[in-house]
Antibody, heavy 125, light 110 residues
């Protein structure tokens, strides 16, 4: 049975950094793409991008370049999201979501078949 | 503001049929499949509709999806109290080269 277990809530001050984890169980991490999705309070979800779990190559959505880093540790079947220079507007729930196909012709099929429960990140002074 | 638009709320009585719309453009829904997700508070979002109209294994037949032009719809028939949740559409946007989600529709079962 597939599960994505995310790390616990974080309370950070503006300017700080954090690293969120998403541990996959029930399947091998490198068999499926992993996505990150942000949902700010009262807003719809925002796709942050995806990481090719076979090569470790990340692709970041518009608006999520520079301060955001996707990474993997395949030895522990875990994906990570690092955010640096935290801002109040980063306050949100961050989800990892498995799946999707991103093709070289620029097309994509965002079929996210399993999601984590999310990690609440609060940025406040 | 999302490039795909959903009504913020919808409601229906048990047993009724409700429809949730998702409106976009030729850059997104008009040229790509739509995916629907159900999100109950405190749980992980769940894939409800794949490739605009396909139900993944385990999703009841009460849920159906359709797409016409630059709009898509999710229909729920035989409404049940446990259907009370937030529903999101998602698709690929060719101009943004990214996945776009609708703002979500909160379904209330009266």
């Amino acid at each position: 049975q597939v599960h994505l277990v995310q790390s616990g809530s974080e309370l950070k001050k503006p300017g700080a950094s954090l690293k969120l984890s998403c541990k996959a169980s029930g399947y091998i991490l490198t068999s499926e793409v992993m996505n990150w999705v942000r949902q700010a309070p009262g807003q719809g979800p925002e796709w942050m991008g995806w990481i090719n779990t076979k090569t470790g190559t990340p692709t970041y959505a518009q608006g999520f370049t520079g301060r955001f880093v996707f990474s993997l540790d395949t030895s522990v079947n875990t994906a990570y999201l690092q955010i640096s220079g935290l801002k109040s507007e980063d306050t949100a729930i961050y989800y990892c979501a498995r799946g999707g196909k991103y093709l070289s012709d620029g097309s994509a099929y965002p079929k996210f078949d399993y999601w984590g429960l999310g990690t609440l990140v609060t940025v406040s002074s | 503001q999302s490039v795909v638009t959903q009504p913020p709320s919808a409601s229906g009585s048990p047993g009724q049929r409700v429809t949730i719309s998702c409106s976009g453009s030729s850059f997104n829904i008009g040229s790509n499949h739509v995916y629907w997700y159900q999100h109950l508070p405190g749980t992980a979002p769940k894939l409800l509709i794949d490739r605009s109209s396909q139900r993944p294994s385990g999703v009841p037949a009460r849920f159906s999806g359709s797409k016409s032009g630059s709009s898509a719809s999710l229909a729920i028939s035989g409404l049940r109290s446990e259907d009370e949740a937030d529903y999101y559409c998602a698709t690929w946007d060719d101009s943004l080269s990214g996945v776009v989600f609708g703002g979500g529709t909160k379904l209330t079962v009266l």
